[in-house]
Structures are given as C-alpha cells and as structure tokens.
C-alpha cells in the first residue's frame, strides 16, 4: 500500500545535540511538507520541497534544516539551535497539481521530546 | 499565522446525534479542506471543497462553504464512536509553483460516547 512512513515514533534528544526525523513516501508525489505540532493547537509549516534539491522555508524555519535529495525522502534535522524542540512532527506529501489544490497525505508522526 | 477558527473547541455527543463544526477565516481563499487525527495519528483528508463549491458530501460528511462569511461547516450525521477524533480545517493558499500551502486551525475535539 503507497504511503508516508515517518520515523522513529518516539525520539529523545539530550542538550546540544542535533536529531534527524526521517520521512519516506511511495506516493511519488512532487510536494512534501514538515508540520509542527503543539498541544491543543493545529499544525504550523516548517519545511516545504516543492521537487528534489529545492525547498522553502515555512513559518517556523528557524533551528530545524532539511534536505531533498530523493523524491521519496525529505528528512527533517532539529539542530541544537531550536531551544523548544519538545512537540508533534508530521511529514505530509501532495501530488503537484498545476495550479489545483490537492489533499495532502500524512505519515503517522514523531514525538520529539527532550531528555 | 492561523488563517482558519474552529467552534467549538470540544464537543461532546451521543452516538447516533449529529455533529457540526464551524470553521471562520480571514481573507479570501481558494479551497477549504477538512481533516480528522485521532490521538496520536497524523492527518487524514477527508473532503476538498473549492472557492466556488457551496456544498458538498462524502458518505455521512457534509461540508458547506459561505465565501461570503468566510466560513464553512463540517456536519457528521448519525455520529458513531468511532468518530471520536480533533477535526481541523486548513485554508488553502497557493504560492509559487501550483503547489498548495495549507493554514490550519487549532481544531475541535469530538467525543462520541456510546
């Protein structure tokens, strides 16, 4: 079954240390996305890669970075630089629509906590 | 930014009754997508619901957009408790590309009791 597979569900990360949420999808979509994921609240862009080798930053960049090197992989770095990393991470992908919206596609999530 | 307001927060029903959820937005759009997360789950699409769409359905989902107000309505008739999740609609902008940026709102909890 196609899908988004988001990993590791659970991650611990000590003071100063970088930590990499990995995200696969067989979808062969063109779009994927990072959302953060605080309690109570909906969710807030911090990545998006339109087609590989190129990404944007979305509203909240600051202390995480990724990459797209591969269509089906974008993985999301939490640097030591983002000093409340402790939430909810979601990958989602969407197909590239030529100018129509599409439904976006979520993996299972990844709960960064902090030791 | 939160373009999209949901009502209620929470909601709390017995199986069989109806649900509606309100969503309210700021500034013009051209789609409106609703989802559902249970507990610890990513997101699910459940129905897309274009700028010049007034209604549209899916199953026991109906979903009501006014531009006018700038606000649509997700309705969930003869709920079941399986229904129990947070529901969020998420405003559509586009930017560069085609591609789709989705504005979430902070969702309304809705549990079903048997």
């Known amino acids: 079954d196609g899908g988004i597979t988001q990993s590791p569900k659970y991650l611990f990360r000590k003071e100063g240390q970088n930590v990499t949420l990995s995200c696969e999808q067989n979808?062969?979509?063109?779009?994927m996305y990072w959302y953060r994921q605080d309690p109570g609240q909906g969710l807030r862009l911090i990545y998006y890669s339109q087609i590989v080798n190129d990404f944007q930053k979305g509203d909240i960049a600051e202390g995480y970075s990724v990459s797209r090197e591969k269509k089906e992989s974008f993985p999301l770095t939490v640097t030591s630089a983002q000093k409340n990393p402790t939430a909810f991470y979601l990958c989602?992908?969407?197909?590239?629509?030529?100018?129509?919206?599409?439904?976006?596609?979520f993996g299972d999530g990844t709960r960064l906590s902090i030791l | 930014s939160q373009q999209g307001e949901e009502d209620p927060q929470a909601l709390s029903i017995q199986e069989g009754e109806n649900a509606t959820m309100n969503c309210s937005y700021k500034t013009s759009i051209n789609n409106l997508q609703w989802y559902r997360q249970n507990s610890g789950r990513g997101l699910v699409h459940l129905i897309l619901?274009?700028?010049?769409?007034r209604e549209k359905h899916s199953g026991r989902l109906r979903v009501t957009l006014d531009t006018s107000k700038k606000s649509s309505s997700l309705l969930i008739t003869a709920s079941r408790a399986a229904d129990t999740a947070s529901y969020f609609c998420a405003t559509d902008l586009f930017f560069s590309g085609g591609y789709n940026k989705l504005i979430f709102g902070a969702g309304t909890r809705l549990a079903v009791h048997p």
């Open positions: 989602a992908s969407s197909r590239s629509t030529g100018g129509l919206s599409q439904p976006q596609h």
């Open positions: 979808l062969n979509h063109d779009a």
């Open positions: 619901i274009r700028s010049n769409e």
